[in-house]
């Protein structure tokens, strides 16, 4: 069955300063994408950056970036020069490809920067 | 272009009586979804459409919720009789993409918090 686990419940991080947060799946199906998304405290989910599991790059989109280790099933989103509006819900999820598009969400972890 | 509407941004209401959230995805969008958000946790699918046919309502219970698409566009999930364990925030979605290719990335509305007392 196919899984996302993000470890860190919350983190914290210092303003300017680069944090990474853990996201790791499972699914047995090679063709998927993973994908990160925020969700600050309007609620609205926000998002940020993909991975197609045949892409030989990590991606990046600005300051994010995704470490993406296909060996380890990792997806690490690095967000760099943290602000203070980065603060918020971050969910890593999943798409496998012949599964009709439906993304499978992980836990999240909230992300406070402090000033 | 507009996003994913949605409404009553808020609803409280007595266990056992019913609830209806209305979704207008942007337009275009074949691809609609349904998720429950439950305070402290990741999203879970309710339900997606494709046009207007089911293509998974595998963990909707249907016993007390449903859900419609009929002219392919907006949407509307019902729950009747509501529970208190129904209280969350309940999020609509829709996406391009149907197929292998692109991105697929979900856009979401803003929700609807249901309190059930």
């Known amino acids: 069955a196919q899984k996302i686990t993000q470890t860190q419940p919350g983190m914290f991080v210092q303003e300017k300063e680069a944090v990474t947060l853990d996201c790791t799946y499972d699914?047995?199906?090679?063709?998927?994408?993973l994908f990160w998304y925020k969700q600050p405290s309007s609620g609205e989910m926000i998002f940020l950056i993909y991975?197609?599991?045949?892409?030989?790059q990590n991606a990046t989109e600005g300051r994010y970036s995704l470490n993406f280790q296909k060996a380890r099933k990792s997806a690490n989103l690095v967000i760099s020069a943290s602000q203070l509006g980065d603060s918020a819900m971050y969910f890593c999820?999943?798409?496998?490809?012949?599964?009709?598009?439906?993304?499978?969400f992980g836990q999240g972890t909230e992300l406070s920067v402090k000033p | 272009e507009a996003g994913v509407a949605q409404s009553p941004r808020y609803k409280i209401i007595e266990k056992r009586q019913s609830v209806a959230f209305w979704c207008n995805p942007i337009?275009?969008?074949?691809?609609l979804y349904w998720y429950q958000q439950i305070l402290g946790q990741g999203p879970k699918l309710l339900i997606q459409?494709?046009?207007?046919?089911?293509?998974?309502d595998s963990q909707l219970p249907k016993d007390r919720f449903s859900a419609e698409r009929l002219k392919g566009v907006d949407s509307t999930l019902k729950i009747q009789p509501a529970k208190l364990e129904d209280s969350a925030v309940y999020l609509c979605?829709?996406?391009?993409?149907?197929?292998?290719?692109?991105?697929?990335?979900?856009?979401f509305g803003e929700g609807s918090r249901l309190t059930v007392l």
């Open positions: 999820a999943m798409r496998v490809d012949n599964q009709g598009g439906k993304l499978i």
């Open positions: 979605a829709s996406s391009l993409r149907t197929g292998t290719g692109g991105t697929g990335e979900l856009f």
């Open positions: 699914t047995s199906d090679p063709s998927y994408g």
């Open positions: 459409f494709q046009n207007n046919g089911v293509v998974d």
């Open positions: 991975q197609g599991s045949y892409d030989q």
């Open positions: 337009s275009g969008h074949a691809t």
